[in-house]
Structures are given as structure tokens and as C-alpha cells.
């Protein structure tokens, strides 16, 4: 392929929000009287938050009202908001920094992709917003990954074909968009999980952007 952008989603690549959000669902699951896993977390991962509160009470086999449901999401989000409101420069995940700064130097275009409608605050707390050359998150959106909005919005900011766009995902859904808007994509996490995936690496410290194309175009 001939690279000319990248598209990054954001909790759990650029940052470990992954955590946070895992952690806030959970503690809103025991609020709610049942028991919410790690492995529970996976299918929350790249999916809006509505979406993720109507898997959240399909695990925990409750019902709730429109109202409830629009109540029990502000609850989530407040909780969560007390995590990101603390992160610092030094929340960037390792490596992070370097490769998005190499591929800046090689002209190559940066985008975000990501549904979360926290991602510009967390961005700026972290002081990585001026990287990207395109911000798409869940504010610009109707509809969330796996669907191929956020990245086919991606590539029209950055005026790229999909097909010279490159993803990098940490969640199935996130790989499955990718792939939906003809893009190829770099899973960042374990095989077990991202086998969808083009590549998958476990995170960026040391990581060529050179290496990864050339294992792309193997
Ligand atoms: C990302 C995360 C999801 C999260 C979604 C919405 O895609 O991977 O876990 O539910 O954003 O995030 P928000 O910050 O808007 O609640
Ligand atoms: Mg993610």
C-alpha cells in the first residue's frame, strides 16, 4: 500500500482510557447488583455509550426506562470524567509520542478516530491534540464502530482515499470499521482478541512505521 494517512482511535491506543471506562461500567454494574468482567468489557470496546449500556443491561438481564437509561449513562460518564480529569501529559501510552511525531516528519497525515464525545478533552489534558491534522469523534457521528463512519470521515477530512489510509484499533469493532471502509488496519493488543487484524503489535514503544508497511505489503 501507498501510505499517505494514518487514522488512530483513541481509548486504549493513544491512552489507557480503555481502563477507565472498564472501571466506571463496573462500578455502575455493581451498583446495579451483578458482576461485570474484564472479558465483558471486550464488547464495550469502539461502541457508543448508549450502545454500551444496552449490552451492559443485557449481561446484568435488567430493564430499564428511557429515562433510567439516559440517567444511569450521565451516571457512568460523570464517573468517568473523575478518571480522565486527572490525566497528565505523562498518560500518553509509551512510544506514542515518538511515532506520531516520526510520521509527521515523513508527510504523512494524522487523523483521530474515535466515538467517544470525551475525546478532544482528553486529547488536550494530554497535550497531544496538535498532532492531528483531523479530529473525528462521537460529536461528528451517527453512528459507532463497527460501522466505517468515523474513519470514512477521517480519510474526507484529510481528503485520502480509504485505501491509502491505515488504522490503528484496540478494539474488534474498531478493526471490523476499518475493514469496513476498505482500510487496512493495525491491531495494538493481544492475537487472541484483534485476529482480525492486517497486524497486530502489542504497542508502540519501539515501533517503525517503515516495519509496518513493509509487513503490511508481505
Ligand atoms: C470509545 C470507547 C468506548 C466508549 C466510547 C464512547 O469508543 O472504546 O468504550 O464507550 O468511546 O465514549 P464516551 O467517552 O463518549 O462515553
Ligand atoms: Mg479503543
Given at each position: 500500500?501507498?501510505?499517505?494517512?494514518?487514522?488512530f482511535?483513541?481509548?486504549?491506543?493513544?491512552?489507557?482510557?480503555?481502563?477507565?471506562?472498564?472501571?466506571?461500567?463496573?462500578?455502575?454494574?455493581?451498583?446495579?447488583?451483578?458482576?461485570?468482567?474484564?472479558?465483558?468489557?471486550?464488547?464495550?470496546?469502539?461502541?457508543?455509550?448508549?450502545?454500551?449500556?444496552?449490552?451492559?443491561?443485557?449481561?446484568?438481564?435488567i430493564?430499564?426506562?428511557?429515562?433510567?437509561?439516559?440517567?444511569?449513562?450521565?451516571?457512568?460518564?460523570?464517573?468517568?470524567?473523575?478518571?480522565?480529569?486527572?490525566?497528565?501529559?505523562?498518560?500518553?501510552?509509551?512510544?506514542?509520542?515518538?511515532f506520531?511525531s516520526?510520521?509527521?516528519?515523513?508527510?504523512?497525515?494524522?487523523?483521530?478516530?474515535?466515538?467517544?464525545?470525551?475525546?478532544?478533552?482528553?486529547?488536550?489534558?494530554?497535550?497531544?491534540?496538535a498532532?492531528?491534522?483531523?479530529?473525528?469523534?462521537g460529536?461528528?457521528?451517527?453512528?459507532?464502530?463497527?460501522?466505517?463512519?468515523?474513519?470514512?470521515?477521517?480519510?474526507?477530512?484529510?481528503n485520502?482515499?480509504?485505501?491509502?489510509?491505515?488504522?490503528?484499533?484496540?478494539?474488534?469493532?474498531?478493526?471490523?470499521a476499518?475493514?469496513?471502509?476498505?482500510?487496512?488496519?493495525?491491531?495494538?493488543?493481544?492475537?487472541?482478541?484483534?485476529?482480525?487484524?492486517d497486524l497486530?503489535?502489542?504497542?508502540?514503544?519501539?515501533?517503525?512505521?517503515?516495519?509496518v508497511?513493509?509487513?503490511?505489503?508481505?
Open positions: 500500500m501507498i501510505l499517505k494517512a494514518c487514522l482511535d483513541l481509548d486504549g491506543v493513544l491512552v489507557d482510557t480503555a481502563r477507565f471506562h472498564y472501571l466506571a461500567w463496573h462500578s455502575l454494574a455493581n451498583s446495579l447488583g451483578f458482576k461485570f468482567t474484564e472479558s465483558d468489557n471486550e464488547r464495550l470496546k469502539g461502541v457508543s455509550r448508549m450502545d454500551s449500556l444496552e449490552i451492559l443491561l443485557e449481561i446484568g438481564n430493564k430499564l426506562s428511557e429515562k433510567d437509561k439516559l440517567k444511569y449513562a450521565q451516571e457512568k460518564n460523570q464517573l468517568y470524567l473523575q478518571y480522565i480529569r486527572k490525566m497528565t501529559r505523562e498518560d500518553v501510552l509509551p512510544g506514542v509520542r515518538e506520531l516520526t510520521l509527521r516528519h515523513s508527510g504523512i497525515l494524522l487523523g483521530l478516530g474515535s466515538v467517544s464525545r470525551n475525546a478532544l478533552e482528553i486529547l488536550n489534558r494530554t497535550d497531544i491534540t498532532f492531528f491534522d483531523a479530529i473525528v469523534d460529536t461528528m457521528i451517527t453512528h459507532a464502530k463497527p460501522d466505517p463512519e468515523v474513519f470514512l470521515t477521517g480519510a474526507r477530512l484529510l485520502t482515499d480509504p485505501e491509502s489510509c491505515l488504522v490503528f484499533e484496540d478494539a474488534v469493532a474498531g478493526v471490523r476499518a475493514h469496513h471502509a476498505g482500510m487496512k488496519c493495525v491491531g495494538i493488543g493481544s492475537p487472541e482478541i484483534l485476529a482480525e487484524a497486530i503489535v502489542p504497542g508502540f514503544q519501539g515501533l517503525s512505521w517503515k516495519s508497511i513493509s509487513n503490511l505489503n508481505e
